[in-house]
């Protein structure tokens, strides 16, 4: 059982006059929030939302100094209900974890164990974190769409926001599904890897170019929508009749603008998606697919790693739009 003073290092966000600054500092253990088990972190991902957090944005964290990182994954070292046990690996990601509650930029948490997925047999923590929640969403998105119905011989599957976090695992994912993939992105540069990852095609985000008509000739059967706001409401009147759009971000903005005429005269399905506060079981089902038929080799070779002292600059390029692929916490760096 460790020690309840031991320190450890941290990306800490602290409010200086008005502004909002991270930097590494040196915390201990008995300063992290109650919980049943203390886990020593040694690899994060980089989220959208952590870069929210680390901006000082209060819908995301309502007080500071706090460390972000909305995913982590490591080693128990303390266990007070023995499930999980000391020693075993762990994943942990959404709930509040990096929110309110001290997260993954630090080398230690402290959190519920009913937060704890056990790391997938093949597995280590940085594989684990390659994915991260963008890859759980990305595989919850193409997972909801299978459960309505969708299969390659019904047409084209568009990715929005495809050079993001998200957007890149769905790309490959659905095309080691066997579909046929359009990648729609901001970011021309990154065209080749799209194709690398399995995109067909790849178009630009003028594809989703506000458009007055509530309905425009069907395109895709189906979709994952990364970015919301008006991108998601053109994707919408493009969907073929009786397919699905599975959305979970919001780069583009919260609101969505649009008709009930696709949902009315093309049977069109808008599906939510949620990673956070989702059922233990339901993200353990996905972590195991990831770690077995769906694996995204590509993915994982492309990802990568920084050290704490990198994070500013990284969660500055997220919200800059500037950020494209996964992007894996290494604590040892």
Known sequence: MMT????????????????Y????????????????VLIRVSHSSLNYKDALSASGNKGVTRSFPHTPGIDAAGEVVDSATGNPSNGSPVIVTGYDLGMNTDGG????????????????????????????????TAGLCVQKLLTMGAKPEQGKVAVSGASG????????????????????????DHADDLKALGAKKVVGRETLAEEKKPLVKPAFANAVDTVGGS???????QIKP?????????????????TVLPFILRGVNLLGVDSVEIPLPEKEAVWKKFAGEWACPKTEASARDIGRSELDGALKAFLKGESAGKIVLDHSK
Not at 4 to 19: D, H, I, L, M, P
Not at 231 to 237: D, N, R, T
Not at 242 to 254: D, K, N, T
């Open 231 to 237: 991108p998601l409401a053109e994707l919408l009147k």
């Open 21 to 36: 600054v991270g930097a590494e500092k040196s915390l201990s253990t008995a300063d992290l929030p109650d919980g049943d």
């Open 105 to 136: 930029f630090g080398e230690y948490i402290r959190v519920p164990a009913a937060w704890c997925v056990p790391m997938p047999e093949g597995w280590n923590a940085r594989t684990a974190m390659i994915y991260g929640t963008a890859g759980l």
């Open 4 to 19: 309840t003073n031991s320190e450890f290092k941290a990306w800490r966000v602290e409010e200086q006059n008005g502004e």
């Open 165 to 188: 976090a998200v957007g890149t695992v769905a790309v490959e994912l659905l095309a080691k599904l066997g579909f046929d993939v359009v990648a729609i992105s901001g970011k021309a």
């Open 242 to 258: 009786g397919g699905s759009v599975s959305c979970c971000g919001l780069v583009a903005g919260p609101g969505l603008q649009t």
